[in-house]
């Protein structure tokens, strides 16, 4: 009720709030986006080497807590007053302060990104269920577009989690009947993994990830089966004109593996916003 209250007596401050707020959350998506890759890796080479019986090597703990954020470049802690979002690499000019190497751009847009998209999601719905929802949508969305773009995974610790949610938020039929968004699932996943599955007998080669399958079936989940064909011609349209920029701009081999997950998350955001 009070955030209700501010959002329509103050909406200036409530969207600060949900600017600051998605700042914050950016900055939790970076740790997400460069630990997670390596915490799967890790787990990989240890079912190897159970597999090979190879003895097992200990190691560090590493998960996404700890331990606490480091440079890259030279391993030291960084500083409390380091982690500000946006705000710190700017007062560093994207410089580490121990070892004075580059820190990536990646950072800062994925926090000003995430506040923005938080800030539109606050101006689309009032505060509530649906607000709530598409926060966190939006935030699964942003980690799975950066780590598939940077690594050509998603992982199914965030894709089949946010198939399940979709449906939970959709038991009441917050942005779309509960059946729609249960054939959505359905059809999502077994129209990419049937299709890649004929590419394959047919060429020999792989196509489409297994991914790339439960990503859909997650957006078909949240937004229901009758977007689905408008949602992946979308990305597909999105993935061949970028292909082609890369290959105009920076010489890349048009036969190169891209990432389609993140132009299908462009499609299935641009699809959600619309229908808000």
Not at 24 to 39: A, D, E, H, Q, T
Not at 177 to 198: D, N, T
């Amino acid at each position: 009720m009070l955030l209700t209250e501010l959002a329509y007596s103050h909406p200036a401050v409530w969207l600060a709030l949900l600017g600051v707020t998605g700042l914050l959350i950016g900055s939790f998506l970076n740790v997400v986006i460069w630990r997670l890759p390596k915490m799967l890796a890790e787990k990989w080479r240890e079912e190897a080497r159970q597999t090979l019986d190879i003895p097992h090597i200990p190691g560090k703990i590493y998960n996404l807590c700890w331990p606490p954020s480091a440079c890259c470049a030279c391993q030291q802690p960084i500083l409390r007053r380091d982690l500000v979002p946006v705000l710190s690499w700017c007062l560093l000019r994207g410089k580490s302060r121990c070892c004075q190497q580059s820190i990536s751009l990646r950072y800062p847009l994925v926090e000003l990104t995430c506040g923005l998209l938080f800030v539109l999601a606050g101006l689309l719905w009032p505060p509530g269920i649906n607000l709530a929802a598409g926060l966190l949508f939006i935030a699964f969305l942003l980690a799975l577009a950066v780590i598939d773009a940077q690594t050509m995974l998603l992982p199914d610790v965030l894709t089949l989690p946010l198939i399940w949610i979709g449906l939970v938020v959709n038991f009441d039929g917050a942005f779309v009947p509960l059946q729609s968004a249960v054939i959505g699932a359905i059809c999502g996943y077994l129209s990419f993994a049937l299709l890649a599955f004929i590419f394959s007998q047919l060429t020999g080669k792989a196509a489409l990830g297994g991914g790339d399958a439960k990503l859909l079936a997650a957006l078909g989940a949240w937004l229901g089966w009758e977007i689905l064909p408008e949602l992946v011609t979308f990305a597909a349209v999105g993935g061949l004109v970028g292909a082609g920029a890369m290959h105009l701009f920076y010489r890349q081999k048009l036969n190169q593996p891209v990432a389609f997950g993140p132009w299908l998350i462009l499609s299935g955001g641009y699809f959600l916003y619309l229908a808000a």
